[in-house]
């Protein structure tokens, strides 16, 4: 047995699309981007998606939308990837870490309340694993003290949380298609808003501070339909290289026509996991998964004795992860952090199991009998 924690499930469709890419010699920045954005507007019923090249280079633009002035600050859980605090530094804005809610592990309410002061400008919410942020709670909170909230939605997509799609309930989603997400573009990701005019100057910031689609220019590149000036172009605003381009997103297509059976897949998995575990009074699941209602990118349990667990996984070919040594103990982020007592304690009881569509029931049972007869 050989079992990754990640694995992307890609096909003869998605290489069929890339194939169809390099056939019409277009791989950059064009016609399939927009198609997917389109997509991705209409399935989070959204009124603007924009694909870029990362979740991290969407944190990073969504921050930049609202110009918030240099040394605001911003809140953030301490429970997250780098990406998500790390947007808030490319923005010159302070993070104030906030420590984890004890069942959920999402932003801790009371430490929220507690962290927020009149220098605060915006939340940054993620849905940890998948599991909602209660939003109807988060919502009325912000709006009170004037904040902005981008959600950071990379290990979710499609998770709908009292009728609305996760990445609509703030000013901002942030999607990831990186390839440890439950769709892959091999690198990638998409940002949403329901206020377009937040996003007036996203695409020439996502596309080094040119926003006239140059795709279009070449398809009505033709002496009858001449524009005299169509090599003109006006630079209004800093632009990074941050685009995502033709052959990622026909890969994106393709995944995303997959995503309900991903979706479907990892919640039958996460169902058995549960079952699977539920005797085992020394481990807990890592939350309350609702698999019913949510799809999840990560599943992962609680375990007293977590590092010998993970080495003795390992001896038996099943790859685990820890997700995530808290940011407010990084060495980067030191100087903000060191102040989110519980997750700090908590994070090293987390181990975080193999789960992605193309693991079999077979495989899963035998990652619940390992786990049932460790000998310790
Ligand atoms: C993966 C991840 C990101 C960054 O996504 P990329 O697309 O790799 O930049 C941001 N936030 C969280 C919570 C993530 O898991």
């Known amino acids: 047995m050989n079992i990754r924690l990640f694995k992307p499930s890609l096909g003869e469709e998605e290489l069929q699309a890339v194939k169809e890419a390099f056939e019409r010699s277009w791989v950059g920045l064009g016609p399939k981007v927009n198609e997917f954005e389109e997509e991705w507007a209409k399935f989070t019923e959204s009124k603007l998606a924009i694909g870029v090249n990362s979740a991290t280079a969407a944190l990073h633009l969504s921050l930049a939308c609202f110009n918030f002035p240099e040394g605001k600050k911003v809140l953030v859980p301490s429970l997250t990837f780098s990406a998500t605090a790390s947007a808030i530094l490319y923005n010159k804005l302070i993070p104030v870490f906030v420590d984890s809610d004890p069942i959920t592990l999402g932003l801790s309410f009371d430490d ?36 902005r909230v981008i959600e950071d939605c990379a290990h979710t997509a499609g998770g709908i949380y ?25 690198d990638g990701g998409m940002m949403v808003t329901n206020n377009p005019d937040l996003f007036k100057d996203v695409k020439a910031m996502r596309w080094v501070g040119i926003d006239k689609d140059n795709w279009k220019t070449a398809q009505e590149y033709t002496a009858a339909n001449h524009d005299a000036m169509h090599w003109f172009y006006e630079l209004n605003v800093l632009g990074y290289k941050y685009n995502m381009n033709d052959l990622a997103a026909s890969i994106g297509l393709a995944q995303f026509k997959k995503l309900p059976k991903f979706n479907k897949r990892r919640s039958d998995i996460i169902r058995r996991y549960l079952n699977g575990i539920e005797a085992i009074k020394e481990i807990k699941p890592l939350l309350p998964f609702e698999p019913e209602n949510y799809p999840y990118q990560m599943f992962g349990i609680r375990a007293e004795r977590r590092d010998e667990l993970i080495i003795y996984l390992k001896t038996k070919g099943i790859a685990t992860g820890c997700h995530y040594t808290p940011l407010s103990i990084q060495p980067l982020f030191m100087p903000y952090g060191q102040n989110c007592p519980y997750i700090e304690m908590e994070a090293n009881k987390l181990i975080t199991l193999p789960l992605h569509a193309d693991l079999t029931n077979e495989e899963v049972d035998y990652i619940i009998e390992t786990i049932v007869n460790k000998p310790f």
Not at 133 to 145: G, I, Q
């Open 112 to 147: 929220l309340e507690r962290k927020y002061d009149k220098d605060c400008v915006a939340v940054m919410p993620v849905h940890y694993a998948g599991h909602p942020v209660p939003m109807e709670k988060l919502m009325p909170w912000a709006k009170a003290k004037g904040l």
């Open 162 to 186: 009292k009728g609305k799609m996760l990445g609509t309930w703030g000013d901002i989603g942030c999607y990831s298609f990186e390839e440890k997400k439950i769709i892959t573009t091999g």
